[in-house]
T-cell receptor
Framework: KNQVEQSPQSLIILEGKNCTLQ??????????LRWYKQDTGRGPVSLTI?????NTKSNGRYTATLDADTKQSSLHITASQLSDSASYIC?????????????FGKGTKLSVKP | DADVTQTPRNRITKTGKRIMLECSQT?????MYWYRQDPGLGLQLIYY???????NKGEISDGYSVSRQAQAKFSLSLESAIPNQTALYFC????????????FGPGTRLTVL
């Protein structure tokens, strides 16, 4: 069964600190993995996409990694800011014929405190 | 102007009432989706449409129906609302490539009393 598991479920850190969010998946055949940021009460917004051949990708203070062998991804946030408080959702796309099939994780809720 | 809009943004209704949530997009995407989000459960796919003549059930379609009136419009109906349909509802769009980035609307908070 295709599944995406995220950890931790929630996380509280102090402003300026770094943190790492984890995503493990059992999705096959794998197409790509995306990290979304969802601010409270708003729709998710894509942060980065990782394909099979990519190990690391950065978007400002966000760095995503992918280990396709162990089927794990992480999202590292550097020098956190209050505006980073949000839920971070890992979404894995499986190839199904000519279409993609998205499997959503339940998200990690990050709270950045001053 | 927002690329994906949803109306209404908030709605309170009573059990048994019919309600329609509407979604419009200006991104020119063929694919549109409806999700519901409950605390701690993440996003769950209700229905999706790959073009105007294509409608597909998602994981939790029971109690819901949809209509794709045009490429840019996709509406979700609750024929007889019940309290456990209280949730945050999101519309999303994507292009037809396998990159599958989804662009989400701002959400509709629905409360069924």
């Amino acid at each position: 069964k295709n599944q995406v598991e995220q950890s931790p479920q929630s996380l509280i850190i102090l402003e300026g600190k770094n943190c790492t969010l984890q995503c493990n998946y059992t999705v096959s055949p794998f197409s790509n993995l995306r990290w979304y940021k969802q601010d409270t009460g708003r729709g998710p917004v894509s942060l980065t996409i990782m394909t099979f051949s990519e190990n690391t990708k950065s978007n400002g203070r966000y760095t995503a990694t992918l280990d396709a062998d162990t089927k794990q991804s992480s999202l590292h946030i550097t020098a956190s800011q209050l505006s980073d408080s949000a839920s971070y959702i890992c979404v894995v796309s499986a190839i199904r014929g000519s279409q993609g099939n998205l499997i959503f994780g339940k998200g990690t809720k990050l709270s950045v405190k001053p | 102007d927002a690329d994906v809009t949803q109306t209404p943004r908030n709605r309170i209704t009573k059990t048994g009432k019919r309600i329609m949530l509407e979604c419009s997009q200006t991104k020119g995407h063929d694919r549109m989706y409806w999700y519901r989000q409950d605390p701690g459960l993440g996003l769950q796919l209700i229905y999706y449409s790959f073009d105007v003549k294509d409608i597909n059930k998602g994981e939790i379609s029971d109690g819901y129906s949809v209509s794709r009136q045009a490429q840019a419009k996709f509406s979700l109906s609750l024929e007889s609302a019940i309290p456990n349909q209280t949730a945050l509802y999101f519309c999303a769009t994507s292009d037809s490539g396998l990159s599958n980035e989804q662009f989400f609307g701002p959400g509709t908070r629905l409360t069924v009393l």
